[in-house]
């Protein structure tokens, strides 16, 4: 049950095997070895595995009992509403993300909860679709494709931001849809100071 339900959770948080072996520090082929059955997971790495997939130790192992509520959950078509944590700052160092500035919680109708947050927007660069002090529901994954909206850190110690990514030959773009504001375009090296924290799935005026 492990293998397949570590595939499933590792596809459904937008991790590769390679980007999610870099987060935890070992092989690809170990990632590999664990999705065939080949190998486990220490139990050390297995809570990490767990904590990153946001789920439980219990649920990675598909030892988690379904509670007979579960199927009430999705109604027409959509999901009960969950609690997401809301945050003001995302910032990069290390290599990691960190989430700072803690505004409570706000309701979404997700299917993993654990998978996602909100961000207070601030500024004006991506007026006029989204204002300052918006709220942007992001789902936490390490890859974009190009014209997703997505949260982005550049540098190791900067600020998140939110704004259009733009695939244009070998560089990215961070597109603002404010035209007062430049596009930032990113080449080479460059890239490896960017940090993706999610895609945004939604944004809503909060004040």
Same mark, same amino acid.
């Given at each position: 049950? =492990?293998?397949?339900?570590?595939?499933?959770?590792?596809?459904?948080?937008?991790?590769?095997?390679?980007?999610?072996?870099?987060?935890?520090?070992?092989?690809?082929?170990?990632?590999?070895?664990?999705?065939?059955?080949?190998?486990?997971?220490?139990?050390?790495?297995?809570?990490?595995?767990?904590?990153?997939?946001?789920?439980?130790?219990?649920?990675?192992?598909?030892?988690?009992?379904?509670?007979?509520?579960?199927?009430?959950?999705?109604?027409?078509?959509?999901?009960?509403?969950?609690?997401?944590?809301?945050?003001?700052?995302?910032?990069?160092?290390?290599?990691?993300?960190?989430?700072?500035?803690?505004?409570?919680?706000?309701?979404?109708?997700?299917?993993?909860?654990?998978?996602?947050?909100?961000?207070?927007?601030?500024?004006?660069?991506?007026?006029?679709?989204?204002?300052?002090?918006?709220?942007?529901?992001?789902?936490?994954?390490?890859?974009?494709?190009?014209?997703?909206?997505?949260?982005?850190?550049?540098?190791?110690?900067?600020?998140?931001?939110?704004?259009?990514?733009?695939?244009?030959?070998?560089?990215?773009?961070?597109?603002? =849809?404010?035209?007062?504001?430049?596009?930032?375009?990113?080449?080479?090296?460059?890239?490896?100071?960017?940090?993706?924290?999610?895609?945004?799935?939604?944004?809503?005026?909060?004040?």
């Amino acid at each position: 049950m =492990f293998p397949q339900r570590l595939k499933e959770l590792r596809k459904r948080s937008g991790f590769s095997q390679k980007s999610l072996s870099v987060q935890l520090g070992v092989s690809q082929q170990a990632v590999g070895k664990w999705e065939t059955g080949r190998s486990s997971p220490d139990p050390d790495t297995l809570a990490r595995l767990a904590a990153l997939l946001g789920t439980s130790i219990d649920d990675l192992m598909g030892l988690a009992s379904v509670a007979p509520a579960a199927a009430a959950q999705r109604f027409f078509g959509g999901y009960e509403e969950s609690p997401i944590p809301v945050v003001g700052t995302v910032r990069a160092g290390f290599g990691a993300l960190a989430f700072e500035e803690d505004y409570g919680v706000e309701y979404a109708r997700v299917k993993d909860p654990a998978s996602y947050f909100y961000l207070v927007v601030k500024g004006d660069s991506m007026e006029p679709r989204i204002s300052d002090g918006d709220l942007a529901l992001v789902h936490r994954q390490p890859t974009l494709e190009n014209g997703d909206l997505g949260v982005m850190v550049y540098g190791d110690e900067g600020e998140g931001t939110l704004k259009k990514y733009v695939l244009r030959g070998n560089a990215v773009v961070l597109q603002p =849809f404010n035209p007062a504001y430049e596009p930032k375009v990113l080449r080479g090296e460059e890239l490896d100071k960017l940090f993706i924290a999610g895609k945004v799935v939604e944004t809503k005026a909060k004040w």
